[in-house]
């Protein structure tokens, strides 16, 4: 009588004999799991004839899943870089800061103004990011504009915005800390994914030597 079965419960229910532990038992209670059935039938052997699935259905799974995996580890692959680059943001603008003229010129600035350094050092200028498109023009400004120097300073001082933070870069961090969370959230993801992907390839395999009893 062939039993077809959707649990490990009702596999130990109709065959009680077989072994509680072991590759064979990792993989059904994996298999099933996933939403597999299988369809068994009593033998002379330590485990049940298995009829369903058969050597081909699960040659395909296991097509289907290396497929799937692929796609997954190429995610995991651009998250990762993405990952990378967020948290070596600073470290790679402090080198490319080295081939900014306009970096020297503030350094310049900083050495022989006093009234420069003091602005520059109430804004926190975020000169090491001359590197950067997004920070150029405003550190460009501050270091050749007067008016503009004058006015970032006195914002900075006076607003409620930099209340707590009187730091003009501060989104520089923040967006690097949004983006390596938001990578490391979309990475831990994808691993746990790919864990469960191996788990069920290995599980098929399994059932693969099973079958062919």
Known sequence: MVNVVSNIEKFDEKFPNTPKSGNRRDALIQYLKIGGVVKVYESEKEWPKITYPNYFVLDKKLRELKQKREILEKNLSGWSKKYNAASKYHATNQLK????????????????DKDYRKDAEQVKLPAHLVGDDKWKPMVKMFVNDLDYRKQLSETVRTSIVYKKDKKVAKYADELKDFRMNTSKKQMDELEKKLIEIKKTEIALKEIQKWVKE
């Open 97 to 112: 800061k080295l081939k900014e003229p306009l970096y020297w010129k503030h350094m310049a600035k900083m050495t022989l």
